[in-house]
């Protein structure tokens, strides 16, 4: 089975900090590129960080740059989104995917999908 599984979402105050993880199973994450993406409702999905599997670059939207980091940890084969001073306008269910390549933020050719963890900033 090639799967992920986000984690670590929940309720932050504006301003707050969570840490998204994003583990995989059946596959080695560290030959992909790894997109992290966001739906708030009503909303289309945007990208929002991706991480290059060459040399492990990483890509900020302009919404989150400044403010969230991605990382990989190859021995836990685990990508992670932390997530800084966040805001109202940063609630929405967070996704990652496994992909071939990053155009800029966004992760192309993807493979596999979690089934998103909901993060929600609200005062």
């Known amino acids: 089975q090639l799967q992920l599984v986000e984690s670590g979402g929940g309720l932050v105050q504006p301003g707050g900090s969570l840490r998204l993880s994003c583990a995989a199973s059946g596959f080695t994450l560290d030959g992909y590129a790894i997109g992290w993406f966001r739906q708030a409702p009503g909303e289309e999905r945007e990208g929002v960080s991706c991480i290059s599997t060459s040399d492990g670059s990483p890509y900020y939207g302009y919404s989150v740059k400044g403010r969230f980091t991605i990382s990989r940890d190859n021995a836990k084969n685990t990508v992670y989104l932390q997530m800084n001073s966040l805001k109202p306008a940063d609630t929405a269910v967070y996704y990652c995917?496994?992909?071939?390549?990053?155009?800029?933020?966004?992760?192309?050719?993807?493979?596999?999908w979690g089934q998103g963890t909901q993060v929600t900033v609200s005062s």
């Open positions: 995917a496994a992909g071939v390549y990053c155009s800029n933020y966004v992760c192309y050719d993807t493979t596999s």
